[in-house]
């Protein structure tokens, strides 16, 4: 069942490691963290957190079979 | 006296700034005119050149005449009235048939050196559009390239913020009230252009020369007076501003004899120095003083001693730059778009980032078909695509984006088979990985897949604190929520690196650890969804190693931690160079 948006803040604010965010992320949205096009963890961090206040999935950057990044 | 003429000196740089606007603006038009912002072509860039020498002439060459033909006169004027107020015969102090014929031929020498600069941005300009042709070099580049070469960093621009920065600067540049938030304002407009860095534009010259011809019309108009009346000592006059030669502070004020003078300039060297008579350059480039001739014997002045030379601490001199011995490998030219000055800087960047070794490997090998420069640093083995992020950074520390992208290529092109890369598929280096990831604790599950017979070796958590604390550290930072700016929402560990390359070493410990150590450590990595994908975990380790190799610190580091892997890096690269 989808989280409410009282229950997607507590759990927000009571986040405390790297691995609660992306866990996290995988209860609201049911995935995975996507591959993004930036390697920063910094600015994959704010985007999480954006996402989950906004309740808005994170877009997956889609990488064909023989590319790298 | 000085004043006046510094006064005209800034006068004559303002005016000369402010036509190199209507110039670009008139370039632009016609250039827009005829191809109706089209691409151009070989034949259309030809008929251009006449039009644009037009351009250049009625703009930039008859602000420079005009300048010449109403203010130099005025120069001469003040000159006159210098020697009026000197206690020398009558006949020195009036305009002479000579006077007259020297101020002509001082102001053709002057108008010279405005046709000479003319001449070569016209060139420069030209060039610029015909080798778009050549390179089919989209139309808005090429504009904005000619901006470039007439205005430098100072070009006009769509946008607001950029144009705000250059008009502060244009109307404030000579007010000493104002230079620290002009200064401000230029390194603003260097940020935003990096690649016109090198500031070599028509602008830089023009008003250098509009500046210097002043003065120096001036210096030879007053020695030639100063000959004829036979004054031969000299008093070295003008103001100071902050950042005054070291040479003109010293100077300042003191009266020394003709013979003086160029003994000085014959044995003495400093910073800015221009090559040339003392009395016309003075002390170098915009160099605000000048030579007033004098006479000891007035009762106003005594002979100085020449000042002492400035006591430098002797400073033993930097150890000489070996030189390499490898010539950089150019791959900006197979940039889709920028710049003469940027892919000069990608090379620049993508050469500081490899060995004499790797720059023989590169060269043996077959290019990319194209390099982007790009935020997204991605390899496309298809269609052999490199895209790196010139001067790529992570936080305040160097990423070596290029040469990583670059190291897919390497990976993949020396490989026998098409579109697999030699890192996944060679089993020596496919080893070297899990016995280096094996080195550190952890816990050995079975293999579900059947790939590794050895089975699943996870690294423990004790491991990766420990790598952990060799690259990096983390601080809590506090995030607001965007939508009510007063409410906390939460709290994140944000990592900060330890060094250059340390976010390529994270993502090998990234790539050990299958994507976790980015996961829970919330640093640089490829994270968990790419470590699932086939190959990939060998892939970057060898696109890391790649772009590492360069980096003594860094690199010394990864021995440590992968040292097999380094081992059968370091014998593949062996046998590239030997190709």
């Given at each position: 069942m989808a989280l409410s948006e009282k229950q997607r803040m507590d759990k927000l604010f009571k986040a405390k490691t790297p691995s609660n965010f992306y866990d996290l992320y995988v209860e609201v949205f049911?995935?995975?963290f996507p591959i993004i096009e930036t390697l920063d963890p910094n600015e994959k961090m704010e985007l999480l957190i954006d996402a989950i206040e906004k309740n808005e999935k994170i877009k997956e950057l889609k990488l064909g079979q023989y590319t790298n990044i | 006296m000085s004043r006046i003429l510094e006064k005209l000196a800034d006068q004559h740089e303002e005016r000369i700034i402010n036509v190199l606007y209507k110039l670009e603006d008139d370039v632009v038009n016609e250039i827009t005119r005829a191809t109706k912002g089209n691409l151009v072509s070989q034949r259309l860039a030809i008929q251009l050149q006449p039009r644009l020498r037009t351009i250049i002439e009625s703009t930039f060459l008859n602000e420079a005449d005009l300048l010449i033909n109403d203010d130099y006169n005025k120069i001469a004027k003040e000159t006159l009235d210098t020697f009026g107020k000197m206690?020398?015969?009558?006949k020195f102090k009036n305009l002479t048939d000579v006077d007259l014929a020297t101020i002509n031929a001082l102001k053709t020498q002057s108008f010279s050196g405005f046709e000479d600069i003319a001449e070569r941005f016209l060139k420069v300009i030209n060039d610029e559009v015909y080798q778009s042709t050549i390179a089919g070099r989209p139309f808005n580049d090429m504009v904005s390239n000619i901006k470039s070469h007439i205005n430098g960093v100072y070009k006009s621009s769509n946008t607001r913020e950029i144009n705000e920065l250059v008009d502060f600067v244009n109307e404030n540049k000579f007010d000493s009230a104002k230079k620290a938030q002009v200064e401000d304002a230029v390194r603003k407009l260097h940020t935003q252009y990096?690649?016109?860095?090198?500031?070599?534009?028509l602008r830089r010259y023009a008003s250098q020369i509009a500046h210097d011809s002043v003065m120096q019309f001036h210096g030879q108009f007053t020695v030639a007076k100063a000959k004829e009346a036979g004054l031969n000592h000299f008093t070295y006059t003008g103001t100071l501003v902050r950042d005054s030669r070291e040479f003109c502070v010293n100077m300042l004020n003191k009266t020394l004899t003709e013979e003086q003078i160029r003994d000085m300039w014959n044995t003495r060297s400093w910073q800015g120095k221009s090559t040339g008579d003392p009395f016309i350059?003075?002390?170098?480039?915009?160099?605000?003083h000048t030579w007033i001739p004098t006479d000891p014997a007035w009762g106003e002045e005594t002979v100085d001693e020449v000042p002492d030379e400035p006591v430098v601490e002797e400073v033993p001199p930097p150890?000489?730059?070996?030189?390499?011995?490898i010539a950089d490998v150019p791959?900006?030219?197979?940039?889709?778009r920028g710049s003469k000055a940027t892919r000069e800087e990608y090379d620049k960047d993508f050469n500081s980032q490899l060995t004499d070794q790797q720059k023989i490997i590169v060269n043996k090998l077959d290019k990319p078909q194209i390099v982007k420069n790009n935020k997204k640093g991605v390899y496309r083995a298809r269609s052999q695509e490199v895209s790196a992020e010139l001067n790529a950074k992570a936080g305040e520390w160097k990423s070596y984006v290029i040469s990583h992208e670059y190291g897919h290529h390497i990976d993949y092109v020396s490989n026998?088979?098409?579109?697999?890369?030699w890192s996944e598929s060679n089993q020596g280096f496919i080893d070297a990985i899990n016995k280096d990831r094996r080195k550190f604790k952890g816990v050995n599950n079975p293999d579900?897949?059947?790939?590794?017979?050895?089975g699943y070796y996870v690294l423990s958590k004790d491991a990766l604190d420990e790598l952990f604390d060799k690259i990096g550290t983390s601080e809590t930072k506090t995030i607001y929520s965007r939508?009510?700016?007063?409410?906390?929402?939460t709290q994140y560990q944000r990592t900060t690196l330890n060094g250059n390359g340390y976010s390529n070493i994270s993502d090998i410990i990234d790539a050990l650890a299958r994507g976790r150590f980015q996961r829970e450590y919330s640093t640089w990595g490829h994270g968990k969804k790419y470590y699932e994908r086939r190959g990939s975990i060998e892939k970057e380790i060898f696109a890391n190693l790649f772009c590492l190799r360069n980096d003594k610190k860094a690199y010394d580091l990864v021995k440590t931690i992968i040292p097999n892997t380094v081992k059968e890096f370091e014998k593949r690269l062996d046998e590239l160079e030997k190709l």
């Open positions: 049911g995935q995975e | 206690p020398i015969p009558a990096a690649s016109d860095r090198a500031g070599n534009n350059v003075r002390g170098g480039y915009r160099c605000r150890p000489p730059t070996p030189k390499p011995s791959i900006g030219f197979l940039l889709n026998d088979v098409k579109l697999v890369a579900l897949s059947g790939r590794n017979p050895d939508l009510d700016p007063n409410k906390i929402l």
